[in-house]
């Protein structure tokens, strides 16, 4: 999970304890990238929320760097094979890593299990839109040739097969589609 200055701190505090505090299984650790400097109150949530979750580590950034080069280094900081993707501003419903780890034990050839979007305004009630990608390898893959068929910020990914293929890659707002796109090449 990415942070930078122009999150919401009470946002993001809701957005952390949804993959921690109400999920059914937790995870063992949460990377926090700090893309560059904060306002004293997103640093001040930050304090907060480690207090509160001792599973939580920092990587801080100087200089603001972007989307991809924070997931990278998200990736690079994970000590585990199987890493979690969530954006500061979004809320994972509690048993998003139960459904996505029971996935890979179902089908250990996977390298990426993803989820479907509600969007909404200021309250889960008001929904807005939803963002619906394809389900199965084939339909995803060709998907792929004409839009991105997943959506980022509900994936778990095997770290090995992320790294295999480069990584995360800065390519204008589109660093998840040019993953997909490495992975899908890489079989």
Request: aromatic share 8%.
């Amino acid at each position: 999970m990415a942070v930078y200055r122009a999150d919401n701190a009470a946002d993001f505090a809701t957005a952390v304890h949804s993959i921690y505090t109400h999920q059914t299984v937790k995870p063992d650790e949460i990377i926090i990238v700090v893309d560059g400097p904060i306002p004293d109150e997103l640093e001040a949530t930050l304090k907060e929320l480690k207090r509160q979750i001792d599973v939580i580590k920092f990587v801080r950034f100087k200089q603001h760097r972007g989307h991809a080069a924070a997931r990278q280094a998200g990736l690079e900081a994970a000590s585990n094979e199987l890493v979690a993707i969530m954006d500061a501003d979004d809320i994972s419903v509690p048993d998003r890593f139960e459904k996505q780890l029971a996935a890979f034990d179902h089908h250990p050839e996977a390298a990426v299990v993803g989820g479907q979007i509600k969007e909404f305004i200021d309250s889960t009630d008001n929904v807005v839109g939803e963002r619906i990608v394809p389900l199965g390898d084939v339909d995803i893959k060709r998907y792929l040739r004409s839009r991105c068929p997943m959506n980022l910020v509900t994936v778990m990914y095997r770290k090995q097969a992320v790294e295999a293929v480069g990584g995360f890659m800065d390519w204008y707002c589109e660093e998840d589609y040019y993953l997909w796109v490495r992975l899908a090449e890489a079989g």
